[in-house]
C-alpha cells in the first residue's frame, strides 16, 4: 500500500521569504502522480502543484515549485516570497492505478508580517 | 471554469438518522470520489465510482454507507445511520480521465451529528 508522511506539524515563515514543506512516500508503482494542495480556513482543498512521475523536470507554478527525488522518494514544496495569503494547512498527496488519492498528514504555515 | 459543487454546505443530524450529501461533479467527468476528513485530521478516501458502480471502496466505508448516480448530473453519498464519530467535513471530487490525473474538489459538506 502506499503512504505519504509529513512529519513537521507546523512551520512558520516570514512575509517575502522562502519555505519548504517536506513530504515522503512509499510505493512500489512506478507510474504515479504526487500532488500537493492547500487548505485554507474555508478547507476547500485547492490544488497547488502537480509532478508526474515520469518527469525529471521539476514543476513549478508561479511562486511554488517542487524538488522532486524519484529514487529517495521525496516531493518538497518549496514557496517563495510568502505571502500572507500563504497560510494554510497544505497536504502532500499521492495518486497511482488505482485513482485513489493518499494524504499526508498536512502541515500548518504560518506567514508572520 | 467549471467547478464541483456540494449541498448543503453545512448539515446537523441527530445520532441514528440518515443523510444525504450531494454533490454535482464538473459536467464532463467520468470518476467521482468521496473523502472524509475529521477535523485536525488528514484527508481519508472513502470510495470512487465510475460507469455506475463502485470501483473501489476504503474500511471506512462500510454498510451504512452507499453511493448513488441518481441522474446525469448528481452524485450523492448516503450514510444510513449516523453515528457520532461520522462528524467530519465529506469531499467529492471528480475527474475526466481516472488514475494517474488529478482530481478537482467540492467546497465539502460539514456533518456535524449530535
Known amino acids: 500500500a502506499q503512504t505519504v508522511t509529513q512529519s513537521q506539524p507546523e512551520m512558520s515563515v516570514q512575509e517575502a521569504e522562502t519555505v519548504t514543506l517536506s513530504c515522503t512516500y512509499d510505493t512500489s508503482e512506478s507510474d504515479y502522480y504526487l500532488f500537493w494542495y492547500k487548505q485554507p480556513p474555508s478547507r476547500q482543498m485547492i490544488l497547488v502543484i502537480r509532478?508526474?512521475?515520469?518527469?525529471?523536470q521539476n514543476a513549478t507554478e508561479n511562486r511554488f515549485s517542487v524538488n522532486f527525488q524519484k529514487a529517495a522518494k521525496s516531493f518538497s514544496l518549496k514557496i517563495s516570497d510568502s505571502q500572507l495569503g500563504d497560510a494554510a494547512m497544505y497536504f502532500c498527496?499521492?495518486?497511482?492505478?488505482?485513482?485513489?488519492?493518499?494524504f499526508g498528514k498536512g502541515i500548518t504555515l504560518s506567514v508572520r508580517p | 471554469e467549471p467547478e464541483v459543487t456540494q449541498t448543503p454546505s453545512h448539515q446537523v443530524t441527530q445520532m441514528g438518522q440518515e443523510v444525504i450529501l450531494r454533490c454535482v461533479p464538473i459536467s464532463n467527468h467520468l470518476y467521482f470520489y468521496w473523502y472524509r476528513q475529521i477535523l485536525g485530521q488528514k484527508v481519508e478516501f472513502l470510495v470512487s465510482?465510475?460507469?455506475?458502480?463502485?470501483?473501489?471502496k476504503s474500511e471506512i466505508f462500510d454498510d451504512q454507507f452507499s453511493v448513488e448516480r441518481p441522474d446525469g448530473s448528481n452524485f450523492t453519498l448516503k450514510i444510513r445511520s449516523t453515528k457520532l464519530e461520522d462528524s467530519a467535513m465529506y469531499f467529492c471530487?471528480?475527474?475526466?480521465?481516472?488514475?494517474?490525473?488529478?482530481?478537482?474538489f467540492g467546497p465539502g459538506t460539514r456533518l456535524t451529528v449530535t
Open positions: 465510482f465510475y460507469n455506475n458502480e463502485i470501483s473501489e
Open positions: 471530487a471528480s475527474n475526466s480521465q481516472g488514475a494517474l490525473y488529478e482530481q478537482y
Open positions: 509532478q508526474e512521475a515520469y518527469k525529471q
Open positions: 498527496a499521492y495518486t497511482g492505478a488505482n485513482s485513489k488519492l493518499t
